[in-house]
């Protein structure tokens, strides 16, 4: 099993920026792709940005130029640096994780854009 742990949510004005964290733990040994997904009230849950072992990415149209991802193999752990955040990016965020053709997700972390 992979534990994954989100954190870095929160509440900010259109413009403004957030970092989201994932700490991952338990059988990492062998995880693959990494990414953040999100899901916004009434819409299906859409992949925000994925980043490979290798450090490979692979974004959403909608967040390029304004979303980073990155990795900390060592630490097993993943970040989204999102900036210049729109009302429309306002979601539940959740981590996820590939191994071994299981896919593991985290609790998610609210993230509220205001206008």
């Known amino acids: 099993q992979v534990q994954l742990v989100e954190s870095g949510g929160g509440l900010v004005q259109a413009g403004g920026s957030l970092r989201l964290s994932c700490a991952a733990s338990?059988?990492?040994?062998?995880?693959?792709?990494m990414g953040w997904y999100r899901q916004a009230p009434g819409k299906q849950r859409e992949l925000v940005a994925a980043i490979t072992s290798g450090g490979s990415t692979n974004y959403a149209d909608s967040v390029k130029g304004r979303f980073t991802i990155s990795r900390d193999n060592a630490k097993n752990t993943v970040y989204l640096q999102m900036n210049s955040l729109k009302p429309e990016d306002t979601a539940v965020y959740y981590c996820?994780?590939?191994?071994?053709?299981?896919?593991?997700w985290g609790q998610g972390t609210q993230v509220t854009v205001s206008s």
């Open positions: 338990g059988r990492i040994f062998g995880i693959n792709t």
């Open positions: 996820n994780a590939q191994r071994q053709l299981q896919y593991y």
